[in-house]
């Protein structure tokens, strides 16, 4: 068990590290490519920021030995809206191991809490992926949603966008709340899922089918077969990740889903009745969603060797070129205190790297479109 937890701590404070040489050092640089090419600014973020999401889910295969599995359809690499149930602060952290044995991590975006934005590092590349962080009020929310939707459109950028339906991960206030909702409105109370809240899973599936910016909805369910994490990061830091989780996946084309934001949201709501009852066939019979829905069993760690053993050479070469220069080096020390101190300013003054990128592109389209016009 101490193995586990030396093990755990070494787990996170690599991908803390890769956070730190990813925002600062390599994507820092790049800052003022967002108002001199903010299309190619994008790029280049986002395939930094898909080789750090892939890091800590290749992590727990080599140092615990999780093994991850699918059952369902395969995940394809097109413009998606995917929605999971959330057991756990980290599921988001687990999904990657879906992408990485279908199609890629470096252009998904995930709906997070604000409060997440402002963590060191690990907030400043998400910041830096445009990860769409909301309050939790809708008037809010509404409004900056609106602009993260249509900067993707415009640019017209392919992009896979993961939600949480539920809001907030399945703990005990989350389970008060979902409790308390089904109560006021005459519903049953789940044991294994939240009631969803469907109105930003229906607006934002509503405008990406508008400006045709989407293939198809994927609904995923997911389940820990030994070892539920409910502690979220802590668990991992003390040693006490999982085994094995499986992933229930099941694609609906765009055209499938209903047309208008009230049968939308009714539609989601079905889904997660359908979660409840696979869940608890899930945890109370084989731990195995096999035979739930057609589809093989795959194991997502076999997928991708090859990439796997890329991601870890890229990121110790890294760490060793970072820890090499910045000791060697009084200018590679002094710029990584300037782009510490860039991001700073950024999240007081500007609300952060991913607002001044949104408002930058749409200063350059503007431009773009007086020009054409005179």
């Known amino acids: 068990m101490e193995r586990d937890k030396i093990t755990g701590v070494i787990l996170l404070l690599g991908a803390f590290f890769a956070a730190f040489i ?18 190619v600014y994008r790029r280049v973020t986002d395939q930094v920021i898909g080789l750090w999401l892939a890091l800590p889910v290749l992590l727990l295969e080599v140092c615990f030995g999780t093994k991850f599995r699918a059952i369902g359809h395969k995940v394809a690499n097109e413009r998606s809206v995917i929605i999971m149930n959330h057991r756990t602060r980290i599921d988001w952290l687990f999904y990657m191991a879906v992408l990485l044995a279908y199609t890629q991590t470096t252009n998904l975006k ?23 962080f909301l309050a939790r009020q809708w008037v809010k929310d509404r409004v900056w949603l609106t602009s993260v939707l249509k900067y993707f459109s415009e640019m017209r950028y392919s992009f896979q966008l993961l939600l949480f339906p539920e809001g907030v991960n399945f703990c ?56 539920i994490p409910e502690k979220g990061e802590l668990d ?17 084309p765009i055209d499938a889903l209903p047309q208008n934001r009230e049968d939308l949201n009714n539609w989601c709501v079905e889904k997660w009745k359908e979660k409840e009852r696979r869940l608890e066939t ?22 991708s060797r090859l990439f796997s053993g890329f991601v870890m050479a890229f990121w110790i070469a890294s760490m060793l070129l ?53």
């Open 322 to 374: 970072s820890v090499w220069a910045m000791w060697t080096s009084t200018t590679v020390l002094w710029t990584v205190v300037l782009v510490m101190a860039v991001y700073v300013v950024l999240g007081k003054y500007f609300e952060g790297v991913d607002h001044l990128s949104i408002a930058s592109f749409n200063f350059t389209q503007d431009l773009t479109h007086k020009a054409r016009t005179t």
């Open 172 to 227: 005990r206030v989350g389970k008060e709340r979902s409790d308390a909702y089904a109560h006021k409105n005459d519903l049953p109370q789940y044991k294994y899922v939240l009631h969803p809240h469907t109105t930003g899973f229906s607006f934002t599936v509503d405008y990406l089918r508008e400006t045709k910016m989407i293939d198809a909805v994927y609904d995923v369910t997911v389940g820990y077969c030994d070892v």
């Open 110 to 132: 995930i709906i997070l809490k604000t409060q997440l934005k402002k963590a060191p590092c690990l907030g400043w590349a998400m910041q830096a992926a445009c990860f769409v």
């Open 282 to 303: 899930f945890y109370t019979g084989s731990k195995t969603f096999e035979g739930q829905v057609p589809g093989e069993l795959v194991n997502l760690s076999e997928q």
């Open 22 to 39: 990813g925002s600062v050092l390599m994507m820092g640089p790049s800052l003022p490519l967002m108002i001199l090419a903010p299309q």
């Open 236 to 252: 991992i830091f003390n040693g006490n990740v999982p085994k094995e989780m499986q992933f229930l996946i099941q694609r609906y």
